[in-house]
């Protein structure tokens, strides 16, 4: 046992988040996404269980956001024509943004196929069992200062 770490964030996890380097990027998945096809060049870590809320917590903890890139987080945007409405998840994620990254969390909205191709190319992907939909996130690593 460790001292500081969150309980949600397993072993594997949390070695997965200590190897990535400044740059890397992290997708935390809502039950939806299709983690295995698109991950197919990632880690994939199942999460089943649990939200994308408390594990973005728990990996904000940790987790320095990137300071050198204008927008070190992304969303899957809306896709056009759906009437879903703005997902109330997103208000949840902004709270947890500013509680642990106060300076510099500005959001990318990113059209659903793009926020795929990006996703193909993240060093770990988080599979949560998280049921809102559009409740993919994204987050580059920064340095530890």
């Known amino acids: 046992m460790l001292k500081g770490i969150p309980n949600i964030l397993s072993p594997e996890l949390f070695m997965y988040l200590d190897q990535m380097g400044h740059g890397d990027e992290v997708v935390i998945a809502d ?10 060049n990632s880690v994939v870590i199942r999460a089943d269980g649990h939200g994308v809320p408390e594990i973005l917590d728990a990996v904000l903890q940790l987790f320095p956001l990137d300071t050198y890139t204008e927008k070190p987080v992304a969303l899957m945007d809306l896709v056009e024509g759906d009437s879903c ?3 109330c998840i997103w208000n949840q994620y902004k709270k947890l943004l500013e509680q642990h990254e106060p300076k510099h969390h500005t959001i990318e909205y990113m059209e659903r196929f793009a926020f795929y191709r990006r996703a193909e190319k993240a060093y770990l992907i988080i599979a949560t069992g998280e049921t809102a939909i559009y409740a993919n996130i994204l987050l580059k690593k920064g340095v530890v200062k």
């Not at 039950?31 to 197919?40: E, T």
């Open 31 to 40: 039950g939806n996404f299709p983690c295995h096809s698109v991950g197919k």
């Open 85 to 87: 409405g703005t997902p």
